[in-house]
């Protein structure tokens, strides 16, 4: 059993930034995609970017240049920095690992992201 946990969320003007951070409970080198999504009220979640263990990092295209996947190995963390944040970038995000050998996906709980003036 993968255990995700998250932490980041907050309130941010327009412009501002913030990081999202994704620690899996395994080794992360067991993981084979790592990423994002999102879900606004009303919405269906989507894809922000994700993260296989090779291969280039996807992006959705509302996000790119702006948001960018950071890991660090060592903490079997995976970051989310989001940058030149909009209003429209306001939702729950989730993180989200593929489990290599399983092929489960596991979720995180989820964090608030609010961009308002």
């Known amino acids: 059993q993968v255990q995700l946990v998250e932490s980041g969320g907050g309130l941010v003007q327009p412009g501002g930034s913030l990081r999202l951070s994704c620690t899996v409970s395994?080794?992360?080198?067991?993981?084979?995609?790592m990423g994002w999504y999102r879900q606004a009220p009303g919405t269906q979640r989507e894809l922000v970017a994700t993260?296989?263990?090779?291969?280039?990092?996807i992006y959705a295209d509302s996000v790119k240049g702006r948001f960018t996947i950071i890991r660090d190995n060592a903490k079997n963390t995976q970051y989310l920095q989001m940058n030149s944040l909009k209003p429209e970038d306001t939702a729950v995000y989730y993180c989200?690992?593929?489990?290599?050998?399983?092929?489960?996906?596991?979720w995180g709980q989820g964090t608030q992201v609010t961009v308002s003036a």
């Open positions: 993260k296989p263990r090779f291969g280039s990092t």
């Open positions: 989200n690992a593929v489990d290599e050998r399983t092929g489960i996906d596991y």
């Open positions: 395994t080794s992360i080198f067991s993981i084979k995609t």
